[in-house]
């Protein structure tokens, strides 16, 4: 019995957590997040639309854009 309250505790706890990276937009086609700042490991690369920059992984090789 204690078991069971143990599994439905834990998968209730579980429920709860957001998966990870889902609470940031994406950008810079689906490489990048729109964040208040960047991390240490990562390159600003541009303004998102609510005005937020785009944070890119270094490890990225970013494409150039070409200009239409």
Avoid at 20 to 40: H, I, L, N, V
């Amino acid at each position: 019995m204690t078991q069971l309250l143990l599994l439905v505790v834990a998968l209730l706890v579980l429920g709860h957590v957001p998966p990870g990276r889902s609470e940031f937009k994406r950008c810079w086609k689906g490489q990048g997040a729109c964040r208040p700042y960047c991390t240490r490991h990562e390159a600003y690369m541009q303004l998102c639309p609510d005005a937020s920059l785009c944070c890119l992984a270094y490890g990225l090789k970013v494409a150039k854009i070409e200009n239409v």
